[in-house]
């Protein structure tokens, strides 16, 4: 049964960066579309960035574009976000989720918080 775990989140000021990490447990990772989903308090979630089995695509949404990069580490069985020039709107509880493809997620990691602010 694969099983995820994100972390990376904190704490950060305004235009700062993090990178969030999605462990995988189980299953092989490359084995799996991942993607990254946020949602903040009040709002749906949303998402974020996802990338193909093989890498072959990666996704991001406008809002993120140009800012944002999600990678895969085989090796380490990770997929990473990193996330530069951070805004206080890109504050949430961010959440990885593998599926067969971008448009399924069929299993969640726990979430990890982003805190954007002075």
């Known amino acids: 049964q694969l099983q995820l775990v994100d972390s990376g989140g904190g704490l950060v000021q305004p235009g700062g960066s993090l990178r969030l990490s999605c462990a995988a447990s189980g299953p092989t990772l490359d084995g799996y579309a991942i993607g990254w989903f946020r949602q903040a308090p009040g709002k749906e979630r949303e998402g974020v960035s996802c990338?193909?089995?093989?890498?072959?695509?990666?996704y991001y949404a406008g809002s993120v574009k140009g800012r944002f990069t999600i990678s895969r580490d085989n090796a380490k069985n990770t997929v990473y976000l990193q996330m530069n020039s951070l805004k206080p709107e890109d504050a949430a509880v961010y959440y990885c989720a593998a599926g067969s493809d971008c448009t399924e997620a069929s299993h969640w990691g726990q979430g990890t918080q982003v805190t954007v602010s002075s």
């Open positions: 990338i193909t089995i093989g890498d072959t695509t990666t």
